[in-house]
């Protein structure tokens, strides 16, 4: 598909179809390019709203990103163009649509459910931390449903690339402390963190550190107040993913997300209750 990244897009090439959704920036419509007849989704950003907001530089970094990730669970930006007053992405159309409205549907997940989008979110985000890519807003709003059910992240707008800038910085990591050497594992389990609050969520229906004041939910946060309600009932296996994965030093979680991948870990979450 080299071709398609050096071609150079314009809007003449789509059929614009019916909205997929609105973001802050722009929307988001079904479209199918001539050509191919390839179906995509195509978000409209306006330029006046990016300058306004001081977005541009992340977007143009969201889109450096996400168009040189190839991962059956991370949403596929084809490429872009722009004309006088819009920018559009040419995004990888997900049939099933936003995992979140999903979850308020069902309330929360059964641990089978939770376990399959646990370990293709966890997949993911070993792909992309091979590739010093942290995505660093993993939530609900930013996961997508492709037509055959599996999970798609999308929206890699605060994600940052970590090639190690501590030796680019200052030519070689002898003499630095522990901190700052692990600070690049540390930066990655932005994401680890996050996969553990998002388990907790599918699994109970609301984040785990959530509270009426922000600054209610900030204490909880740097306190680690994790409690796991009573109701609905969580295998034991679960929790003791959901903690190791919030509470866990930070290598020790990412030494269990490569388990994860045989599915050790998860298989025991997903033993019928
Ligand atoms: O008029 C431009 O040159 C322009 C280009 C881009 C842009 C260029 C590549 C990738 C990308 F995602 C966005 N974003 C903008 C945002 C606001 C105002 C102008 C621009
Ligand atoms: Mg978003």
Known sequence: VSGAEKKRWTLNDFDIGKPLGRGKFGHVYLAREKRSNHIVALKVLFKSQLQQSQVEHQLRREVEIQSHLRHPNILRLYGYFYDQKRVYLILEYAAKGELYKELQKCKYFSERRAATYVA???????????????????????????????????????????????RTMCGTLDYLPPEMVESVEHDASVDIWSLGVLCYEFLYGVPPFEAKEHSDTYRRIVQVDLKFPLKPIVSSAAKDLISQSINGSHQFSIEILKYVDNDIRLKSMTKPM
């Open 120 to 166: 293709s979110l966890a997949r993911a985000l070993i792909y992309c931390h091979g590739k010093h890519v942290i995505h660093r807003d993993i939530k609900p709003e930013n996961l997508l449903i492709g037509a055959q059910g599996e999970l798609k992240i999308a929206d890699f707008g605060w994600s940052v690339h970590t090639f190690n800038r501590r």
